[in-house]
């Protein structure tokens, strides 16, 4: 059984970084293109952030452009976001994702399984 499983949110004061980390259990994650998605209250999901595995190729939206980093390390069965230079409207739940893909995408029906989620909240 596919499981993920985020951690490292929670409040930070804007300007602040935050690490989060997707746990992965029940497949092999060579074969998967993961992505970090978020969701803010009334808000779509929207992606931040993805990662392949062929060659580490990653996307971001200009929203986190240059503040976002995602990494994964394939041995530990984890993807990391590390968030740098927080604004209040990063606020949201995020989630981490997989799809069987050679390439991102920021679609999210593309993805097949999903974390619970992790709060981020940016205020001072």
């Known amino acids: 059984q596919v499981q993920l499983v985020e951690s490292g949110g929670g409040l930070v004061q804007p300007g602040g970084s935050l690490r989060l980390s997707c746990v992965t259990s029940?497949?092999?994650?060579?074969?998967?293109?993961i992505a970090w998605f978020r969701q803010a209250p009334g808000e779509e999901r929207e992606a931040v952030s993805c990662i392949t595995s062929s060659d580490s190729t990653t996307y971001y939206p200009g929203s986190v452009k240059d503040r976002f980093f995602i990494s994964r390390d394939n041995a530990k069965n984890t993807v990391y976001l590390q968030m740098n230079s927080l604004k209040p409207e990063d606020t949201a739940v995020y989630y981490c994702?997989?799809?069987?893909?050679?390439?991102?995408?920021?679609?999210?029906?593309?993805?097949?399984?999903w974390g619970q989620g992790t709060q981020v909240t940016v205020s001072s």
């Open positions: 994702a997989i799809a069987q893909s050679e390439s991102c995408s920021a679609s999210s029906p593309t993805y097949n399984d």
């Open positions: 029940g497949l092999v994650m060579d074969y998967y293109v």
